[in-house]
């Protein structure tokens, strides 16, 4: 199989990233809840809820799990380093305000300056439901521009007016998939020269007040506030905030560019399971597993050479089976312990992040190609029985250990699987950054850099 730095024509890096998660509020807080780990989720007691101003008769309830993943600061905004005023900001959505927040972030990761970059930067990504309000002074502003600040059709066209950016911007709405559903149209837009550089990912923050769950049996939420992937104790995902943004360019172009590539989107493939399963919201077999093939075929990339996939993994008792059934009709039947693929989901540590999970578990695969590591799945202890996996190719990770590539000294290979209610499966391909020669340390004084948002 060739490597990205073959077909660089095709290939994408991944030169930039940001990220606001439960329990971690950057990519270094990220990557140490990872190596660890570490649970991200907060728990609430009812009683606190109560002298906070919930509702007593929801929060009292039998059912009621008062546990949930939040980011911290969703409500503070620097109004004046993106030019709103105090009435427009109050009137915004927090979803368009932390996206916007975390673009500049990934910008930064990636040492791009929107303002000098020649060429053209797209917008891809997408924001949770409406309905989350951000405080007083709404009425202080017409109509028309509340409007803009509450509905979500605006997130990516409001941060491309905001950071200057003239390449397409497009607000993705595919439910929990939408991220990378938004990765794999950056990427094709990428590829057909439609933009130089793009943005991709999504965010969701809850509706204040909102601190926990119902739980109903048999449903997709955990019992407990514990989200636990393909463990035998698996009873469901917890409902997070999040925001997750990538920072993409051609390849060739990152090369000839001197960038920081973190990792290499070798291929990438978006379907739709159709009417082929129990019900709209059910998982199909046929459907995930036909877009990881689609996704390896564009790749130019045999199953045996993939090390990790990073699963939707929601922890559910139908979710995870059908999930690792599908990718084994894909990889094929059993491997023994060392040739084995391994099989990892971040929702373990942060719960689910809706529009953004998908993101969330490419800058988690990203940094793991990067570091040549790999994490543990938190809350893994024993496999589901139902994953069968002692017949099949995969196997969890269950602590850190060293990343070497199943095939010697050929680069790293990884996939990400992220599957939205009603059917859009998305999966993307990657493998670790070409070898480059490193940069020779003259000695002497360096440069000390400052970014600011003004001369």
């Not at 028309?144 to 605006?154: C, H, S, T, V």
């Not at 995930?288 to 699963?311: F, K, L, N, T």
């Not at 996939?415 to 670790?432: K, Y």
Request: charged residues 25%; contains cysteine; glycine residues 12%.
């Amino acid at each position: 199989m060739p490597s990205a730095g073959d077909r660089a024509d095709g290939a994408v890096a991944v030169v930039g990233m940001a990220c606001r998660l439960p329990g971690a509020d950057d990519l270094d807080q990220y990557w140490a809840a990872l190596t660890a780990g570490r649970d991200g989720i907060s728990r609430f007691d009812p009683e606190r809820l109560v002298a906070l101003g919930a509702d007593p008769d929801y929060v009292r309830r039998e059912n009621f799990v008062p546990a949930m993943g939040v980011i911290a600061g969703s409500r503070r905004f620097d109004r004046a380093y993106f030019g709103y005023s105090r009435a427009e900001a109050a009137a915004t959505d927090p979803q368009q305000r932390v996206f916007l927040e975390c673009a500049v972030t990934a910008f930064d990761d990636a040492g791009l300056d929107p303002t000098r970059f020649r060429g053209r930067i797209g917008v891809y990504a997408g924001a949770d439901r409406v309905g989350t309000r951000s405080g007083p002074g709404q009425d202080d502003i017409g109509e028309l521009a509340r409007y803009i600040g509450q509905e979500k059709d605006f997130l990516a066209t409001r941060a491309a007016y905001k950071l200057g950016l003239r390449g397409p911007a497009l607000t993705v709405q595919t439910a929990c998939s939408t991220s990378l559903t938004a990765t794999h149209l950056a990427v094709r837009a990428l590829v057909g020269g439609e933009c130089d550089a793009a943005l991709a990912g999504g965010v969701t923050v809850m509706p204040d007040g909102e601190w926990g769950y119902l739980h109903e049996p048999g449903g997709i939420l955990s019992p407990d506030g514990r989200c636990r992937p393909f463990d035998e104790d698996a009873a469901g995902t917890v409902p997070s905030e999040g925001v997750a943004v990538v920072v993409l360019k051609r390849l060739a172009d990152a090369l000839r560019d001197g960038d920081r590539i973190a990792a290499v989107i070798t291929g990438t493939a978006v379907n739709n399971d159709g009417s082929d399963k129990m019900a709209y919201t059910a998982p199909s077999l046929t459907g995930q597993s036909e877009v990881i093939r689609a996704a390896q075929r564009v790749a130019g990339v045999d199953p045996a050479d993939v090390d990790h996939v990073e699963a939707h993994g929601t922890a559910t008792r139908l979710g995870d089976p059908v999930e690792v059934q599908a990718l084994a009709d894909v990889f094929g039947g059993s491997a023994s312990a060392r040739d084995r693929c391994a099989l990892g989901a971040v929702k373990g540590n942060i719960g689910h992040t809706g529009v953004a999970s998908g993101v969330a578990g490419l800058i988690k695969t990203a940094l793991m190609l990067e570091r040549g590591l790999l994490v543990p799945t938190a809350h893994f202890t024993r496999p589901n029985p139902l994953l069968e996996l002692d017949s099949s190719p995969f196997r969890i990770v269950g602590r850190c250990e060293p990343w070497e590539p199943r095939r010697g000294d050929g680069p790293r290979v990884a996939a990400v699987s992220s599957f939205g209610v009603g059917g859009t499966n998305a999966h993307v391909l990657l493998e670790s950054a070409p070898r480059r020669a490193p940069l020779p340390d003259r000695g002497g004084p360096r440069p000390l850099l400052v970014s600011a948002a003004g001369p």
